[in-house]
């Protein structure tokens, strides 16, 4: 059935968490670029991407449900070092200097907000630029009043708030996180043992009335208390960890075994990585957060207790090791034992050489986008539509999530054609 979707009319505030990052900065200056004309947004669905309508018509995805124009965004954020995103930029070193030349003044214009920051939960860090909150109820306060004055001076419709910001520790799930008043006592009480900063933005968003997006693979988002209040809110809540590279790699080939019918004993995946996020995940807490998310999408797509003969037994192995001299350009190897006819063993090797931040940036871009039009379509909660751009897709405790990148895909374009009340195009017709 269509839905009523607000347009999207007006200015559309992006503020980033780790707005001095690479994949931040990497996707803020890709942005800027294409609206400027001097760049391609490649590897953008929102931009690029076409879908087949029910009368076999092929339209861009842009055409068929209003979404917000690349030039009605105004970027803001908040990051542990002051630096402005052309300094930031420069630092990451993922993009040339004279693709940064061309959004120089623009880039300049985004200085960071202090960020609500705590260094047990990223012990590699040490940056200066950070709020002084005696609790992390304040923290939150805080950040609310920072989305609402970016909101007045920057003349923002509405805004949605990205976390594109370091991996937190990881923790397990609470009795504090089980409820919304639970969390909110937690927060006022500054139990900084269970309520992560990142917590901090993400209930700070909800209560602004902003779709929040978690890049990473924290936590934050995947608790009940927050599912609870982005519903009571009336807030799409989407996330985690940007499909970017290996992940995207093995949501593809995993599907292909199951498809046709051939069995997996084992599955090494291992990554070099130079760049700040390596270093972060280079401490085994953090790395843990990684480590669960990267691990958790071979078992729904596979389904060993249905075919236990093909994956009864996988060993799955994931490891990330920090390597500075690569930088931002991440290597991943993945080595596939499977096995055919009469159990017949055969391998696979796959050497993925990406580019992290320009595989994740417009991702990044694209969930925010998406998530604004859920928004304005009255879509609430989680984003399960939206699974297509994560590693670790966000559900809730009654549902599994969906790791198949083809059955993914197939749900944001069902989503879409929902929302203006299409049909699946009839290919007999
Ligand atoms: N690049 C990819 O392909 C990819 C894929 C999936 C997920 N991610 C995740 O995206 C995140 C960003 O990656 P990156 O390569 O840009 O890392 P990065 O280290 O370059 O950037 C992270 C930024 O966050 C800032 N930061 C840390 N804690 C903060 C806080 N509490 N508040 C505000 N700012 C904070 C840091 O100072 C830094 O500028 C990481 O968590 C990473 O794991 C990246």
Redesign the pocket.
């Known amino acids: 059935m269509k839905q009523e979707i607000k347009p999207a009319t007006g200015r559309l505030g992006v503020l980033v968490?780790?707005v001095?990052?690479?994949?931040?900065t990497t996707m803020i200056t890709g942005t800027l670029a294409s609206r400027k004309g001097l760049a391609k947004p490649i590897g953008s669905i929102t931009q690029l991407a076409t879908m087949r309508m029910q009368n076999n018509q092929e339209k861009l995805i842009k055409e068929v449900v209003p979404l917000a124009s690349l030039n009605d965004i105004v970027f803001g954020g908040?990051?542990?070092?002051p630096d402005n995103a052309y300094e930031?930029a420069k630092y990451?070193e993922v993009l040339k200097r004279e693709d940064l030349e061309g959004v120089k003044d623009e880039l300049q214009a985004i200085s960071p907000m202090a960020?609500?920051?705590d260094h047990n939960w990223?012990k590699r860090?040490n940056?200066t630029h950070i709020k002084k909150a005696t609790t992390r109820w304040e923290m939150v306060e805080q950040l609310r009043q920072d989305i609402r004055d970016f909101k007045v001076a920057n003349k923002c419709d509405r805004v949605v708030v990205l976390w594109?910001?370091?991996?937190e520790i990881y923790i397990p799930l609470s009795d504090e996180h089980q409820s919304l008043a639970a969390l909110e006592k937690a927060m006022k009480e500054n139990n900084t043992e269970v309520v992560s900063?990142?917590m901090c933005?993400a209930y700070a968003a909800i209560a602004e009335d902003a779709p929040f997006v978690m890049?990473?693979?924290n936590l934050c988002v995947d608790i009940p208390a927050m599912w609870e209040f982005a519903k009571k809110m009336q807030v799409p809540i989407a996330g985690k960890?940007?499909?970017?590279?290996q992940t995207l790699m093995k949501t593809v080939l995993a599907p292909m075994f199951k498809t046709r019918m051939l069995g997996v004993s084992g599955w090494f995946s291992t990554n070099i990585l130079g760049?700040?996020?390596g270093e972060?995940?280079d401490d085994p807490d953090n790395f843990k957060t990684?480590e669960v998310s990267k691990l958790s999408v071979l078992d729904t797509i596979f389904e060993p207790e249905k075919f236990p003969d093909l994956y009864g037994d996988v060993y799955h192995k994931v490891r990330i090791n920090y390597y500075p001299p690569r930088k931002?350009n991440k290597e991943a190897w993945d080595n596939i034992d499977i096995f055919g006819w009469m159990g017949y063993p055969m391998e696979i090797k796959v050497n993925f050489l990406c580019r992290?931040?320009i595989?994740?940036a417009p991702i990044a871009l694209d969930l925010v986008l998406f998530c604004d039009l859920a928004s304005r379509a009255g879509m609430c909660g989680i984003q399960t539509w939206l699974s297509f751009f994560c590693?670790s897709p966000m559900h809730d405790f009654d549902h599994l999530p969906e790791h198949d990148l083809f059955e993914q895909w197939r749900m944001v374009k069902q989503t879409l054609r929902g929302m203006v009340g299409e049909k699946e195009p009839d290919y007999l017709a």
């Open positions: 968490v780790g001095g990052g690479a994949v931040a908040w990051d542990i070092f930031a990451a960020a609500a920051f990223a860090l940056g594109a910001a370091s991996t900063p990142s933005y890049g990473a693979p960890d940007f499909k970017s590279g760049n700040r996020d972060v995940l990684k931002d992290d931040s595989l994740a590693k």
